[in-house]
């Protein structure tokens, strides 16, 4: 907190644009890792937007939007949306949000070809990203997780323990690209994901401060 009143106060001194001092987190953890919990712990401390791809999907299909009635369409033929695509969710959904202190960006990017599209479109807004945050916790804890989830959510995915260890080996094939791309930046952060609420999100805080 002393640290972003200071760059504050410096911003006044120094003239610097406000966009200059946006804080633009990419968070990433497997299914299982709690990371929508401590996305909203976040957005709230932080004074984030938090972005989601699912949310972004949603939206844009449920209005029948130009960009999701394309995407419908790639899905009804059981193709995969192109880059270009999300990244035009993602862009109307940061320009209708311009007032906020950052973005907190959860499920993408996903490729390399996104990471170097996001980063292109942050650079036309002035923009960076400050960096990557992932929670970092065993496959055999994320299985237990899941499996004590799926009691109560209702979710089969969550039921079925070898759907959840291929849903686990997709995130790390995924990720790990992603992950190494914003390292090459020293960017990337990993925080331990095991331990109560507060712990996890004490370890995110830490993460998060010493970016700033």
Do not use: W
């Amino acid at each position: 907190m002393i640290i972003r009143l200071i760059n504050y106060i410096k911003s006044i001194f120094t003239g610097s644009d406000k966009k200059d001092s946006m804080t633009n987190l990419i968070l990433f953890g497997p299914p299982g890792s709690g990371k929508g919990t401590q996305a909203k712990n976040l957005m709230e401390k932080y004074n984030l937007l938090h972005i989601s791809t699912g949310d972004l999907f949603r939206y844009e299909i449920g209005n029948n939007t130009p960009l999701g009635i394309k995407a419908k369409e790639y899905m009804n033929q059981g193709k995969l949306v192109p880059d270009e695509i999300t990244i035009g969710m993602l862009e109307n959904k940061i320009n209708a949000n311009p007032d906020v202190a950052g973005y907190l960006l959860d499920g993408f990017p996903r490729t390399i070809p996104q990471c170097e599209a996001l980063d292109v479109f942050m650079k036309s807004k002035d923009q960076t990203i400050t960096g990557l945050i992932a929670l970092n916790v065993e496959d055999e804890e994320l299985v237990k997780r899941l499996l004590k989830r799926g009691e109560t959510s209702g979710r089969p995915d969550d039921s079925n323990e070898e759907v959840i260890r291929k849903r686990i080996a997709v995130y790390e094939e995924e990720t790990s690209p992603v992950f190494g791309y914003y390292k090459e930046q020293n960017k990337s952060h990993t925080v331990d994901g095991v331990g109560s609420l507060e712990e996890i999100f004490t370890r995110l805080s830490t993460a998060i401060d010493s970016l700033l």
